[in-house]
C-alpha cells in the first residue's frame, strides 16, 4: 500500500480541489452526522440546530483551510506534518494519539449504527452471536476494501457520496410528506426550556465533528495542487457535512418521530416495541433516536432505506480505516523510527475500534464530541501557528527537526486542560474557542522567550523518506 505516510506527494499525482472534495464530503455524509444533527433538535429544536451547523460549518471551514494549507505546502499527512510545524519528531506521538482517537471512535460509532439499524431491518435480537457475526462481517469488510479497495472507493468516492447524499434527502423528503407535521411546524418544534447554556453545549458537540473533518481534510489536503483547492475542499466538506447533513438530521429526525411512534403503536408490530427501551412510546421514539439512525430510514423508505444506510456509511468506513492507520503508522515511526507494515495497522485499527464499540462509545457521544473539538482545535491551532506566524508561510526544513518542541507540547497542554476543565465544570461550554486563542498565545510567547527552537531537545536527522520534501522546498510556494 503506498500512499504516502512518510514522504511527499509528487507534484504528478497532486489533484483539484473540486476531486478532493468528494472525500471530505463523503467522509461526513453518515450516519453519525445525522445523528448529530437529530440529538441537537431534542435539545434546542430545528430551528437552532441548524442555525448551529452554520455556525459549525463556518469555524470549521476557516480552520481546515488553514491547517489543510499547511500540509499541502509540506505534501505529507497532518500527523507527519506536526513533526515540522509545532511538535517535533517524537514529539509528534501527541497529533498521532489525537488522530487515531478521533478516527477510530468513529470507525466504532458507525459501526454501531450499522449494526443497529441490521438489527433493526431482520428483526434479530442483539445476542452475542448476532454481534459476533455482523460485527464480524463488518471488519472483514472495511479491512478487504482498505487493503486492495482503497483506490476504487476513492476514484467512485464523487459518485458513491452523491448517490448517498440524494438518497438522504429522498429520505428526508418522505419524512416530511409522511409525518403529522408540515415542514413550517417541523421547524417551529422547540423543547420548553432553550437558552445560551443548551445552545452553546449543542455547538460544542458539533464542533467536534468540524475540528475532526478539518484533520481528515487536512490529510487529503496533501493531494491538492495550489491552495485554491484546499479552499474548495475545506469549505465545500464543511458546507456538505456540517450544515447540510446535520441540518437534514435535524429535520429528519423531527418530522420522522411521528411516523415512528405510528410504527411502534401499530399492535403488528408490538414485537419491535417491546425490544426498545422505554415504558412510553415517546420514550421508546427517543431510544431509538439515540441510539439507531438506521431504524428511521428502513421505516421511511423500507429495504431503499436500508440501502441508502450502507451506501452511506461504506466510502466513510473506508476512509476511517485507510486514515486512522495512517495515524498508527506516524505513531510507531514517532516513538522507534522504524516504518511497520499498514496491513498490520489496518488490522489493528479495526481491533482497537471494536474494543471502543465493546466500551461502550455511542453512550459517551456528547462528552466525546466535547473533548474531541477541544483536541483537534487546538492542534490545528497550533500548527498553523508555527507555519503562518513564525515561518512566515515558509515550510520548515526538513533535513534536521527537533525531537522534541517542547513550546508546542506546552501550549497544547495549557490550551486544551484550561478549555476542558471550563467545559466539564460548566463554566464555559465553547471550550474550542478559548483553546483557539490561548494555545497560539503559549506557543508565540514560549518560542520568543524560554523556549527557542532547539533549548531543551536536541536536533535528529529527518527520515531518508522525508529528506524527499527539500525537492517542494525549491518550488515555489503558491
Known sequence: MEDNVLSPVAAADRQGGWALLSNTAGVGTTLAMLLIGGSASYVVGAKWAIAMALVSAVFGSVVGSLVGRV????GMSSTVTSRFHGLGATGSVVASLIFAWMILSFLALENVLLYNGTLFMLGWAPTLANAIGIYGALTAL????????VKLVQKTSLVLTLVAGA??????????????????????????????????????????????????????????????????????????????????????????????????????????????AGETTAEQVQFLAHSNAGAYFILLAGVLGFVVMYAAQVKAQVINVYAGSLSLTNLVDALLGKKVSRILMVLLANAIALLAVWGGILGVLVQF??????????LAALVVTDFYIL???RPAPVARVERVNWAGLIAMAVGFTVSFLLLVT?????????????????????RGTVLPEGRGTRFVAGTAALKEVEVLEEAPVN
Open 71 to 74: 500540509s499541502q505546502s509540506t
Open 142 to 149: 472495511w479491512i478487504f476494501l482498505a487493503l486492495f479497495g
Open 167 to 276: 438518497l438522504m434527502v429522498g429520505v428526508g423528503v418522505l419524512a416530511v410528506t409522511r409525518s403529522d407535521l408540515s415542514l413550517g411546524q417541523v421547524l417551529g418544534v422547540q423543547p420548553q426550556h432553550v437558552g445560551p447554556a443548551e445552545i452553546m453545549g449543542v455547538l460544542a458537540s458539533m464542533v467536534g465533528m468540524a475540528g475532526a473533518l478539518a484533520l481528515t481534510g487536512a490529510d487529503f489536503a496533501r493531494y491538492a495542487r495550489t491552495p485554491r483547492d484546499v479552499r474548495i475542499m475545506a469549505v465545500g466538506g464543511n458546507i456538505i457535512v456540517n450544515f447540510g447533513v446535520v441540518s437534514l438530521g435535524a429535520l429528519l429526525y423531527q418530522a420522522g418521530d411521528t411516523v415512528v411512534s405510528r410504527f411502534l403503536e401499530d399492535p403488528a408490530n408490538a414485537a419491535v416495541a417491546a425490544a426498545q
Open 369 to 378: 464530541l466535547g473533548a474531541l473539538g477541544i483536541a483537534t482545535f487546538s
Open 391 to 393: 515561518r512566515q508561510r
Open 426 to 446: 460548566g463554566v464555559f461550554a465553547l471550550g474550542f474557542v478559548v483553546t483557539l486563542v490561548l494555545t497560539p498565545l503559549v506557543y508565540v510567547a514560549l
